[in-house]
């Protein structure tokens, strides 16, 4: 097995803290959760990174334009 990578092993450091914190609740939507909380950030600094240009920032997540706005309509990042 390989060795999980530095992002990796923080989302799990930061998903076990996550669930000793809620002692004996039960998780619910953890994977939803989880994507929304790192979708956020990404778009943010591929919108910084590429200037504000969505061409470019799209291109650098891998998605499409349109794909791009949608996403950032959904978390509230539209200029």
Avoid: F, W
């Amino acid at each position: 097995m390989s060795k999980p990578n530095i992002l990796e092993q923080s989302v799990r450091d930061q998903l076990e803290r996550y669930l000793a914190d809620l002692g004996e609740s039960e998780p619910r939507d953890m994977l939803a959760m989880v994507v929304n909380c790192v979708e956020r950030p990404v778009l943010q600094i591929a919108l910084e990174q590429s200037g504000g240009n969505q061409s470019k920032a799209a291109e650098m997540l891998g998605i499409t334009r349109s794909t791009l706005r949608k996403k950032l309509q959904a978390h509230n990042l539209q200029p």
